[in-house]
Nanobody
């Protein structure tokens, strides 16, 4: 069992930055691939970014590539999402998620993740 706790969300103006954190409690964090997803009101949960267990591979949704950066610190059991050049359309509840095994073909699929946090709200004003 892995418990995930997100933090770092908030209200920011368009063009601003936020850094989300996700702390993992429980089983060996370094065994898990980690992902960030987001869900806006009335919309489906959407893949944002993912990182393999040793940070060898990272993946991004096209809408955030070049603006967001995912990283992890296995010694601190934490995964991060640095978000720059934020836009109003980035407004959503952001979730981190964990999965085993790592599979690049399904890294974008929320159904393949085993554990989820409660989410942290990001609101970008225009």
């Amino acid at each position: 069992q892995v418990q995930l706790v997100e933090s770092g969300g908030g209200l920011v103006q368009a063009g601003g930055s936020l850094r989300l954190s996700c702390a993992a409690i429980g089983r060996t964090f370094s065994n898990y691939a980690m992902g960030w997803f987001r869900q806006a009101p009335g919309k489906e949960r959407q893949f944002v970014a993912a990182i393999s267990w040793r940070s060898a591979f990272t993946y991004y949704a096209g809408s955030v590539k070049g603006r967001f950066t995912i990283s992890r610190d296995n010694a601190e059991n934490t995964v991060y999402l640095q978000m720059n050049s934020l836009r109003p359309e980035d407004t959503a509840l952001y979730y981190c998620a964990a999965r085993i095994p790592f599979d690049s073909a399904t890294i974008f699929d929320a159904r393949k993740y085993d554990y989820w946090g409660q989410g942290t709200q990001v609101t970008v004003s225009s």
